[in-house]
């Protein structure tokens, strides 16, 4: 009894390690968070505004510490490793999650998948927790990373029409300022919310430029960067302001098309992707549906287990390669 049982517990450390390694390349190919971080750090060296972004960072989390917090927010502070960076993640997202409710999001996921499969399958406990764990940090990770993209997108459809909107304020004699309340008011969100947020930051007694890039945390786009950067450069250099952002107007424009003409060109590639990829499952679905018994064995033997770990680590593996290789930055 002994080989046997040894044989399945390092078939079942095989395959948690498969699927951790997946969980691994998922975050490692879709995040991309490090490109971001050094574009961003160039650009703020680029306007000398890191001081202040600092400043401004430091002055939050005395405010924050200094305010009451509910208990999970207390204790997502003191166990997730970076709450900072996942405070801007959350506030890209759009949607009012504190710290604590997707500290209790990852916790509940984890629980529940778990759980499930230990009650489903009837999986070795050390193999549940290790999964649960890996569901419970990856699952609110990328749904959270899809509510940012998403909004973010819908930010750059809107935000040519948000510096047009400037530019005929400013040629009519309106100042930044007024300019940008009237962004607030008259252009769709997420744009508009963003641009209130804007003004009434300047009202309550900061900068223009610390305003703008203060939001650059929650608008991380390149186009949002050239705009707040365009704004600092003709502050400092003065000049026809309406003039510069017609054309940085422009230019978003033929960014904005390029992408477009690139997402028709590869949609076919994706659409012939999603039909090839389905297929594994659809073969499983219908096994399942003619012989259960056959294809239940996939679940309870430990080699089938190394083998879906495996199978679906290379799966994503793949799907990751594919994804990046019709990904063009324009």
């Known amino acids: 009894m002994t080989g046997p049982i040894q044989l399945s517990q390092l078939l079942m450390a095989a395959g948690v390690l498969g699927v951790l390694s997946l969980g691994l390349v998922i975050v490692a190919l879709f995040s ?3 490109d971001r971080r050094q574009r ?43 709450p900072t960076k996942i405070r801007q993640r959350l506030a890209r997202s759009g949607k009012n999650i504190s710290l604590g409710q997707y500290a209790l999001a990852c916790l509940v996921v984890g629980v529940l998948s778990g759980g499930g499969i230990k009650l489903g399958l009837g999986w070795p ?36 029409e948000a510096i ?31 641009f209130r947020l804007i003004a009434d930051s300047i009202t309550f007694g900061m900068t223009l430029q610390e305003a703008l890039w203060a939001a650059a945390a929650r608008i991380d786009i390149p186009e949002y960067r050239f705009f707040a ?16 952002l017609d054309n940085l107007s422009q230019v978003l424009r033929r960014r904005r098309q390029m992408k477009l003409k690139i997402k ?38 430990p080699r089938g ?26």
């Open 40 to 82: 961003q750090r160039r650009l703020k060296r680029a306007q000398g505004v890191t001081a202040k972004m600092q400043e401004q960072e430091a002055l939050s989390v005395r405010r924050d510490a200094s305010e009451p917090l509910p208990f999970f927010d207390r204790l997502a502070r003191a166990v997730l490793p970076n």
């Open 229 to 244: 950067i365009t704004l600092g450069i003709q502050q400092e250099t003065g000049g026809n302001l309406a003039e510069t």
């Open 32 to 34: 991309g968070a490090k």
């Open 164 to 194: 047009d909107l400037i530019v005929r304020g400013l040629r009519s004699g309106l100042p930044v300022t007024e300019s940008i309340k009237a962004v607030g008011r008259e252009i769709a969100d997420p744009v508009g919310v963003e």
């Open 305 to 330: 287990w190394v083998m879906l770990a495996f199978g679906f680590a290379c799966y994503g593996l793949g799907i990751g390669i594919m994804w990046k290789m019709v990904k063009f930055e324009i």
């Open 264 to 301: 028709a060109l590869s949609s076919e590639a994706k659409a012939s992707a999603y039909i090839i990829g389905s297929l594994p499952f659809i073969m499983f679905g219908i096994i399942m549906a003619e012989n259960h018994k056959y294809a239940i064995t996939l679940f309870v033997d």
């Open 125 to 160: 406990g050390l193999a549940c927790l290790l999964i649960g764990v890996t569901l419970g940090l990856l699952l609110p990770h990328v749904y959270v990373g899809f509510l940012g993209r998403r909004r973010l997108n819908q930010f750059n459809a809107y935000f040519s």
